[in-house]
T-cell receptor
């Protein structure tokens, strides 16, 4: 399978715990995006990378959230001291990047439940 | 700031009838517009996009969308709906080279 893959598919955690999600983009894609989706809402932009550089981070994103893409390939999203409001589907997407290559390819997401 | 509005939370259509899912946008400059579909327990799938040229864009599964610059709209259409079209549909907008901003989604329900 050469699509975008995310791990784990589901994560249940207790409030206050840290969680980390992984995303493996399509191999030739330079851009990698993280979105968050709650029930009945559209995907909300969190952050994106061009190769290993994090180019933009949503102003709405708490300091408890951090993302990395150390070698310009896979990416991790960490949430520290989770809160119940963090419960959502976390989506990763990748693209070739640049003008004319804005089409995103999405993974199946990681469903986070914070108890 | 760029934004997308999908005014209808849900659209109900009988199978075989035409369907329209509405989308309006706000973005500076010339927008790139997209439609994605999300089936239950599946990731978002690309349907079609408008970048430039003909205002009527054709995409996957028989869907098409019409770009209207004066009304800042990009409505999704299909001449004859299928039950299997039932899903969640998202409109998205970006300036060239930018990140996609999504609408809140419209649930399409096609009844036999």
């Amino acid at each position: 399978d050469t699509g975008v893959s995310q791990d784990p598919r589901h994560k249940i955690t207790k409030r206050g715990q840290n969680v980390t999600f992984r995303c493996d983009p399509i191999s030739e894609h330079n851009r990698l995006y993280w979105y968050r989706q709650t029930l009945g809402q559209g995907p909300e932009f969190l952050t994106y990378f061009q190769n290993e550089a994090q180019l933009e981070k949503s102003r709405l994103l708490s300091d408890r959230f951090s993302a990395e893409r150390p070698k310009g390939s896979f990416s991790t999203l960490e949430i520290q001291r989770t809160e119940q409001g963090d419960s959502a589907m976390y989506l990763c997407a990748s693209s070739l990047g640049g003008i004319g290559n804005e089409k995103l390819f999405f993974g199946s997401g990681t469903q986070l439940s914070v108890l | 700031a760029q934004s997308v509005a999908q005014p209808e939370d849900q659209v109900n259509v009988a199978e075989g009838n035409p369907l329209t899912v509405k989308c309006t946008y706000s973005v500076s400059g010339n927008p790139y517009l997209f439609w994605y579909v999300q089936y239950p327990n599946r990731g978002l799938q690309f349907l079609l996009k408008y970048i430039t040229g003909d205002n009527l864009v054709k995409g996957s599964y028989g869907f098409e969308a019409e770009f209207n610059k004066s009304q800042t709209s990009f409505h999704l259409k299909k001449p004859s709906a299928l039950v299997s079209d039932s899903a969640l549909y998202f409109c998205a907008v970006t300036p060239p080279g930018g990140k996609l901003i999504f609408g809140q989604g419209t649930e399409l329900s096609v009844k036999p």
